[in-house]
């Protein structure tokens, strides 16, 4: 058997089993092994791509090369490989040349008043430009409008809050957490700085104040009943532990008798209802500019963020 016979024995065995192999695999290995091994869609379809490709197109080259060589000798194999490579030189110059002409098109396509070229920028045509102008002027004022009725939305909910605010039958009703936040944002616009504790697990303490170098402790009770001596006895010893020269208790309710005979002569400021309303009244004014913070779609609980411009720390105890 001449060598090139033997060559063509072995790519024809070769071509063989890749076919069989493939075939196996897509038809008995990969449906038993689907469930258990989670390859990827696209990596399957590659391999299933690049079998069938190598078995049409090698099977293929194969029968063409040896009916080539058993007609004509070496010199069919020769004529046909430089027959193959004319074909695969011609494909690329051809797929150049359409890449050409389509970028041609591309960059010389007229734009809807007739300007080559205008389409893809290439060159400018002056009336596209006026559109362009147009568009983005009337997208700016649909901008501006949206912006505005969002700002109109703003104020008027803000007015609405803050006329809610000055009513103390509303105070009696605020969730307690929403109170020590309005209470905090009360101080701040008093002048103070105020750093706002967590909600819960605060040791009695719901704010820290801080103004011409004293420190203040904030207790708020939103209470409709009265506050009493335990929790100024409470407050009294924490002003201690923390060091503060004040004490400031916000209530809606009243301080009773007991409590206040026992506060005489010791620093703790107490704002009740009637004194809140007043002082709510004095800086939450109802033609107040509104809050630039302040969004009526971001509420925790019905506080609005300006009210909850504080910062907040974790205490221990």
């Known amino acids: 058997m001449k060598f090139p016979e033997v060559v063509f024995h072995v790519l024809g065995t070769a071509w063989v089993f890749i076919a069989l192999f493939g075939a196996i ?14 390859f990827p869609e696209v990596f399957l379809k590659m391999l299933l791509a690049v079998w069938g490709c190598t078995v049409f197109f090698g099977g293929l080259a194969f029968v063409i090369a040896y009916s080539l060589y058993d007609f004509f000798g070496w010199s069919g194999l020769v004529i046909g ?11 690329q110059q051809r797929s150049k040349k359409k890449q050409r002409e389509e970028e041609y098109k591309r960059r010389f396509a007229p734009c809807s008043h007739g300007t080559a070229g205008a389409v893809y920028g290439f060159t400018t045509c002056s009336q596209c430009e006026q559109e362009r102008i147009v568009k983005e002027q009337a997208a700016k004022r649909k901008a501006e409008q949206e912006a505005a009725q969002i700002r109109a939305a703003e104020e008027q909910a803000y007015r609405e809050w803050v006329a809610k605010i000055r009513l103390p039958e509303y105070l009696l009703k605020m969730h307690p957490e929403e109170f020590e936040r309005l209470v905090c944002t009360l101080f701040e616009r008093m002048g103070f700085d105020v750093e706002h504790t967590q909600y819960s697990g605060d040791g009695g303490i719901d704010g820290y104040l801080k103004k011409d170098g004293q420190l203040s402790v904030l207790q708020c009770k939103r209470v409709k009943g009265s506050v009493g001596q335990p929790v100024l006895r409470d407050l009294f010893g924490t002003m201690h532990a923390v060091g503060a020269k004040e004490g ?18 010791k620093p703790i400021r107490i704002y009740e209802l009637d004194e809140l309303t007043a002082c709510i009244r004095t800086y939450f004014k109802e033609d107040d500019v509104v809050p630039t913070a302040f969004t009526p779609n971001t509420r925790a609980k019905g506080i609005p963020k300006d009210s909850v411009q504080v910062r907040r720390r974790r205490k221990a105890g």
């Not at 038809?27 to 092994?33: R, T």
């Not at 209530?251 to 009773?256: E, F, I, L, P, W």
């Open 25 to 38: 695999i897509v038809c008995f290995v990969y449906p038993a092994l689907r469930d258990k091994i989670k």
């Open 81 to 91: 490989a430089a027959c193959a490579f004319v074909i695969i030189i011609f494909t």
């Open 248 to 265: 400031v208790v916000v209530t809606t309710g009243k301080v009773s008798t007991q409590a206040r005979a026992w506060l005489q002569g």
